[in-house]
Structure formats: C-alpha cells, structure tokens
C-alpha cells in the first residue's frame, strides 16, 4: 500500500450508503474532519440552505495593547439578520473604553472577572463584579464600560443586529478627540488647556491599573442605582434537568434588565441531545463553549442541512426552523442558545404531538405502539438517546 493511498484510508470520504466516491484532493483533511456531516452529509438532509456555521478560529482578530476582539456577523453568516456575536479579551486591568451603541448588548463571562459600569438617563448609576458565568446586559444607548480584574477575562457579547460591528461603536476618546478644546473648556467650565493631554484617537481596548476593592470605587449618584441591576449570576440559578442534561435560562422574567435579549446555557451529556424543537419567535444565535456536535436545521419545502459543531463556533437557527442539536462527543456538551425578545420560548416536537389526539398522529405517521408510548405531554428539553 502506498503512503497517498494509506493517507485516503485515515481520511474521511465523501461516501455514505454506497453513493459518493473517494476524494483524492487537494483538500483541508483537519476541516473535512471537523465537518462529517457536511463531507458526507445524511440521507435525510436535502435541497440547499444558506450556512448557518461559523468558527471564530476564521473571524479576523483585532489585536490592541490590552487585548484584543473578533466577531461573527452578517457579514460571516449572510442569513444572520438579527444578531453579532462578539468574543473579546481583556488582560489584567485592560478596559474596554467608556462607550454606548445604538444596539442591546448581551454578555457571558468565559473566563476570568470583570468590573463593569453604567448610567442609566435618569442619573442612575451601577457598578459590579463579574465572573465566570456571569451575565450582562445593557440596553441600547446606556454608556458602559468593562474593565478586566486581576486574572484578565474573556468573554462573548451579543447584539440585537446582524450588521452590528464592535468597531463602530461610540467611544469616549473619540468624540472628545472630535470636540473643539473651547467646547470642551464651556460645556466642562474650565480652562481649555486642561483637556490638552486627552487622546487624538480612540483607545478602544488599552492598558490600565487594576482597580480596588468594589466598594471603595463606587461612586454614589444622587438620584440612586439603576432600579434593576444589569448583571445576572446565572450559574447560581437552579437549573430544568431531564434525562440527558439541563437547561439555565434567562430573559425578563429572572434578569428584568434584559428586555430584548434572551438566552439559555444548555448542558448535554454524551449519547443525549437538545431534542427536536423549534423557537416561535425569535432567530436563534448559537456559541458553543466546549464538547462536539451536530445539529439538523428543516427550513420547509424539503429542505434541511446538517452542521458540524466544537467550541468556539457559532450557529445559527433562523426563527421557527425545527432542528436538534446532538452530542456527538465523550464529554459534556454546553453551549449557548441567544435570542432577540424579553422572554425565551421554544416548541417541543414531543410535547406537541402528545397534547393532540392520538388518532391524528397515527393518521399522520402511521408510528407504532411503542412510538405512540413514547409521547410525553411534559417538556424534556435535554434527552438521553437510545443507541
């Protein structure tokens, strides 16, 4: 055997059930690795839908003295409409400058703490700790800042609009880079030679000093705190177990602030899956934070695409297209569901079918006893497979 044709036998192929062929390259064998289900796709997938994956391992990387940042947007994923996705590093008290955006922001803390700020239109201020975990939320226009704690942080960021860009954002040094120094010297009423060492540019992410203990940096405003805090711990929330894992979720109803922003951290054990569902009101933004998957999305009209997960990919799922996401990995999978409304919803295939009469499902599918049995009118989000 020669060394070409041992390489194709270590090598996945483009073959399933007897149809396809051997692929003798050129080719990118680690990709066609990571992507079975795309080189060799499953009988039942069909027709051609838009791609809904994409690995921050491809976003471009802005690299800033304090950190750095990519993101995952229309542009990446054209059919991603409603939601950018952010990952962002900050090294030990790094600080991603004062600043607002048009857009909801919304954060999960990966690694490492954090402080952040805010202050609301009503003169209201709010100060915390983040840590792993941890979420944020910050409503459009809300100027905020994040600024990395001892051990630095990484974390992701959600914003309600596919063609959001963390770049374009409005930053503190920037418009007071923009503003006349006499301007300066009237709306601030000293004299302008004390703005004479601000920044000429933005800063966006830069070097600072770690800061000290919260309490003896927060600022009392007289008009209160924000009336509902923009952090959430959301580990510490008790979590919906079912047979193959369980399930935090998020949205107005437990973390008030996040009024246009929803989510879930899903955990799924190995040989279990999300079952299969579809959201009613919302696309749905994936991140995958560790473990191996694959996920089916049916768009109607015959149509459906199967995807290849690991961590640090992003899916997406736009609204009301049913679909599953499978452990296909010997570890636990956990990965993040993300959706533009206030409250979270989704639809169980199961539970459907189970609250109908049985006659109409067996007119339907002519399923067998054992399948009918199978029907369960409570929702089981995370389910254990039989295989």
């Known amino acids: 055997m020669t060394a070409f044709s041992g390489m194709l036998k270590r090598s996945p ?21 990571q992507n079975p289900d795309l080189l060799a796709p499953p009988e039942t997938d069909h027709g051609t839908l838009p791609n809904l994956k994409f690995s921050f391992s491809d976003a471009h990387n802005r690299l800033e003295k304090g950190g750095w940042a990519r993101e995952v947007s229309a542009r990446e994923v054209s059919v991603a409409k409603a939601m950018t996705g952010v990952n962002m590093r900050l090294l030990p008290g790094a600080f991603r400058e004062l600043h607002w955006h048009k857009q909801a922001e919304w954060s999960y803390m990966l690694n ?33 800042s994040i600024q990395a704690l001892e051990q630095g942080c990484e974390f992701l960021l959600v ?4 063609n959001f860009s963390e770049s374009g954002t409005f ?11 006499d301007v300066l010297a009237a709306n601030f009423g000293v004299d302008g030679k004390q703005f ?3 920044p000429e540019s933005e800063l966006y992410i830069f070097e600072g000093r770690i800061p000290g203990p919260l309490e003896e940096e927060r600022v009392r405003s007289p008009y209160g705190p924000v009336p509902r805090s923009f952090s959430y711990r959301l580990h510490e929330q008790p979590p919906l177990r079912s047979g193959g894992g369980f399930v935090r979720i998020a949205d107005s109803t437990n973390f008030p602030a996040a009024q246009q922003i929803a989510a879930a951290l899903v955990e799924v054990e190995p040989g279990g899956m999300r079952e299969l569902h579809w ?19 049916f768009a109607a009209e015959g149509r459906a695409r199967t995807f290849d997960f690991q961590a640090g990919d992003v899916g997406y799922v736009p609204v009301a297209m049913g679909h599953y996401v499978q452990n296909t990995g010997n570890d636990t999978l956990r990965f993040l569901e993300v959706f533009t409304s206030d409250h979270y919803a989704d639809i169980s295939l199961n539970q459907w079918l189970a609250l109908v009469p049985p006659s109409m499902v067996e007119q339907h599918l002519h399923w067998g006893a054992r399948a009918m049995g199978s029907l369960e009118k409570e929702k089981h989000p995370v389910v254990r497979s039989r295989r």
């Open 13 to 33: 192929q483009p073959r399933r059930n007897g149809t396809g062929g051997d692929d003798p390259g050129p080719r990118n064998i680690d990709r066609d690795r």
């Open 159 to 162: 914003f309600n609009d596919g």
């Open 279 to 297: 959201h009613p009101n919302s696309d749905e933004w994936q991140y995958y934070i560790s473990g191996a998957a694959r996920m089916s999305v």
């Open 196 to 198: 004479s060492h601000s």
């Open 112 to 144: 490492g703490r954090a402080r952040i700020t805010g202050v609301d239109p009503n003169g209201r201020n709010f100060i915390d700790d983040v840590g792993v975990g941890d979420l944020w939320y910050f409503p459009p226009g809300i100027p905020h």
């Open 171 to 181: 930053l503190l040094t920037d418009w007071i880079a923009h503003i006349p120094r």
